[in-house]
């Protein structure tokens, strides 16, 4: 089992930026491939970014290319997401997520078994 926890979130105008965090106990944080998600009332979530075990790969849905950062800090059990260039479509609850299926499909919900409860954000224009 892997308890996730995220923060980080808030409110701020477009432009701006946020960090979010995502902070790892229970298993070996190493173990696990982790990504973030985000969710609107009424949306299926979607998948913002993904990030392998070893940090050496990362994806990102194509409108949060180049404005999103996805990292982990092994030594912390930590990964993060540090969102620049907020755009108010940017506006939703985002979760992490972990697990080792990431051969299977990085970006999608079914092959993460352990997620956190979510941040908001909101982004003002």
């Known amino acids: 089992q892997v308890q996730l926890v995220e923060s980080g979130g808030g409110l701020v105008q477009a432009g701006g930026s946020l960090r979010l965090s995502c902070a790892a106990s229970?298993?070996?944080?190493?173990?696990?491939?982790m990504a973030w998600f985000r969710q609107t009332p009424g949306k299926e979530r979607e998948f913002v970014a993904a990030?392998?075990?070893?940090?050496?790969?990362?994806n990102y849905v194509d409108s949060v290319e180049g404005r999103f950062t996805i990292s982990r800090g092994n030594a912390k059990n930590t990964m993060y997401l540090q969102m620049n260039s907020l755009k108010p479509e940017d506006t939703a609850d985002y979760y992490c997520a972990a697990d080792n299926r990431w051969s299977y499909g990085y970006s999608i919900t079914s092959n993460y078994r352990y997620w956190g409860q979510g941040t908001q954000v909101t982004v003002s224009s």
């Open positions: 229970g298993r070996t944080f190493t173990d696990y491939d």
């Open positions: 990030i392998s075990s070893s940090g050496s790969r990362t």
